[in-house]
């Protein structure tokens, strides 16, 4: 007990140190903009920034306020790093609980040696684990975030994103269920980000790099499906771990089948390697109930406001009965995807990505 609390204690102190450095080195982009020795590829991003934090509250209705109105130039690369735990025969990822935000399943270090550290104690317990570099994360309104280092160099789509998914949880949080945060938040961002493109003459992304991520999506779904069914199953401690282990192995060998020809998969390459059940609840928590969301804003007549209100109308509900909610709308999107599919003419190869994962049965 006295190891834990010393651990809880280190925890929010370096969690607040850390803040506090942030917002220490904050420089507003409106006097970044009008100083002459500003670097001009800075500027022009920084200008990007403004831009998209006004179709945010403009288009999206989000409540910008002043986050992302100043800069903050980081020591390190990244803001913090991420870390995720499942039990080794479980897709349920381990829950931390804060005394602001509720619990969510994951625990953020500003410190990369401190992540390593709870890392390697977490591993000797028997957990799978994930520890990755976060570029930005949010204060829910907390603190007036600023844009940090480590994204403002990104693409103006990719940075659209970023902040349309931040912004978002400033719109609406609800404690203690991470999976729904941040499948709303992906969801405004997933929405917004086509009109955005439109109005700034960007164009979408390539239909190659498209199917590449819905095919690597495909087998890593097929993947958790079944693992989820042999975890559930009444086989033995050891076949489990067998079975556990051929799954991931056909996982990559799928992947290195369907990524043949591939020109720009080190992404990908590099999220199939590490994939265990860390990683794969940690797609959950951010992918699988954004298609629900989808669907909310389209029932919403694709009102944003309207939308933010059945949001919060859901948010409000058990969660139990919440997820019931969003696993019908799920299921309505679905169906209706696979009818328009199945109404159009097929040609050139089918994708492999179940028939591939079969085998590992």
Same mark, same amino acid.
């Given at each position: 007990?006295?190891?834990?609390? &010393?651990e ?8 607040a ?7 220490a080195?904050?420089? /507003? ?23 998209i934090?006004?179709?945010a509250?403009? @288009? ?14 980081? @020591?390190?690369e990244?803001? #913090?790093?991420n870390?995720?735990a ?7 990822p381990?829950?931390? &609980?804060?005394?602001?935000a509720?619990c ?9 040696r401190?992540?390593?550290?709870q890392e390697?104690?977490?591993?000797a ?7 990755g ?13 600023? =844009?940090?280092?480590?994204f =403002?160099?990104?693409? /103006?789509?990719? #940075? ?15 404690g203690?269920?991470?999976q729904?945060?941040e499948?709303?938040?992906t ?13 700034n003459?960007? /164009?979408a992304?390539? =239909?190659?790099?498209v @199917?590449?991520?819905?095919?690597v ?15 559930? +199953?009444d ?12 799954t ?5 060998? &799928?992947?290195?089948?369907? +990524? ?5 998969? @080190? ?12 990683? #794969? ?5 951010y992918?699988?109930? =954004? /298609?629900?969301?989808?669907?909310l ?15 919060e109308?859901?948010g409000?509900?058990p ?18 995807t ?17 028939? &591939?994962?079969?085998a590992?049965?």
């Amino acid at each position: 007990m006295l190891l834990a609390g &010393c651990e809880t204690v280190h925890f929010y102190s370096q969690a607040a140190t850390g803040q506090l450095k942030i917002l220490a080195g904050r420089e /507003p982009i409106d006097r970044l903009l009008r100083d002459e020795e500003t670097d001009p590829k800075l500027r022009r991003q920084l200008e990007w920034v403004q831009s998209i934090r006004a179709y945010a509250a403009g @288009e999206l209705h989000l409540p910008v306020g002043s986050a992302y109105s100043e800069f903050t130039q980081l @020591e390190q690369e990244y803001a #913090l790093w991420n870390l995720v735990a499942a039990p080794e025969f479980s897709l349920s990822p381990k829950r931390w &609980c804060y005394p602001i935000a509720g619990c969510a399943s994951y625990r953020g270090y500003f410190n990369k040696r401190d992540a390593q550290v709870q890392e390697q104690r977490l591993q000797a317990q028997g957990y799978d684990v994930y520890l990755g570099p976060v570029p930005a994360y949010s204060t829910l309104g907390w603190f007036d975030d600023p =844009v940090l280092s480590s994204f =403002v160099d990104w693409k /103006p789509d990719r #940075l659209a994103s970023l902040l349309f998914h931040e912004l978002a949880h400033r719109r609406l949080y609800i404690g203690g269920d991470t999976q729904f945060n941040e499948s709303f938040a992906t969801a405004v961002s997933r929405i917004a980000l086509p009109d955005w493109r439109r109005r700034n003459g960007i /164009p979408a992304p390539k =239909v190659a790099n498209v @199917e590449q991520a819905r095919r690597v999506n495909g087998l890593m779904v097929s993947a958790r499906r079944q693992l989820q069914a042999l975890y559930a +199953s009444d086989l033995s401690a050891p076949e489990k771990r067998q079975r556990k282990t051929q799954t991931l192995q056909r996982l990559r060998y &799928c992947y290195r089948k369907e +990524s043949e020809g591939w020109t720009q998969d @080190e992404k990908f390459t590099q999220m199939i390697e590490k994939t265990n059940n860390a990683t #794969l609840a940690l797609v959950s928590e951010y992918q699988s109930q =954004v /298609p629900a969301f989808v669907q909310l804003y389209r029932d919403s007549g694709s009102d944003w406001e309207a939308f933010y209100r059945a949001v919060e109308q859901l948010g409000a509900l058990p969660k139990p009965e919440r997820k019931a909610r969003l696993d019908a709308l799920t299921k309505r999107i679905l169906g209706s995807t696979a009818a328009q599919t199945s109404s159009k003419k097929v040609t050139g190869p089918s994708l492999h990505s179940d028939t &591939c994962m079969s085998a590992a049965n």
